[in-house]
């Protein structure tokens, strides 16, 4: 098993920078590519950022390209997502996944691919 726990979150401003993190414990060594997804309220959870294992491939949908990127540091178990340029539509419960197949170099972004969910932090941003 591995938990994921989820942190950074909080208020923001429009504009506003906020970076989230996510510490994997357990059996880390089982995971292969990591995401962020995000669901708001009566919304479907959507994926905003993906990453292989190696790091080397990485994935984001067009609503959040260019403002948001994803990072890791497989010798601290972590994973980031740096938001910046936030928009009140960026307002969500954001959740952190880990996926315990493929390569090193597989990346996803549909959350049935993700084994392990940590229990999300929220992030509301004000217009």
């Known amino acids: 098993q591995v938990q994921l726990v989820e942190s950074g979150g909080g208020l923001a401003q429009a504009g506003d920078s906020l970076r989230l993190s996510c510490l994997a414990s357990g059996r880390t060594s089982t995971v292969f590519a990591m995401g962020w997804f995000r669901q708001a309220p009566g919304k479907e959870r959507e994926v905003v950022a993906a990453?292989?294992?190696?790091?080397?491939?990485?994935y984001y949908p067009g609503s959040v390209s260019g403002r948001f990127t994803i990072s890791r540091d497989n010798a601290k178990n972590t994973v980031y997502l740096q938001m910046s340029g936030l928009k009140p539509e960026d307002t969500a419960i954001y959740y952190c996944a880990a996926a315990n197949s493929g390569g090193t170099n597989s990346i996803y972004s549909l959350p049935n691919a993700f084994t392990f969910w940590g229990q999300g932090t929220q992030v509301t941003v004000s217009s």
């Open positions: 990453i292989s294992r190696s790091g080397v491939n990485l």
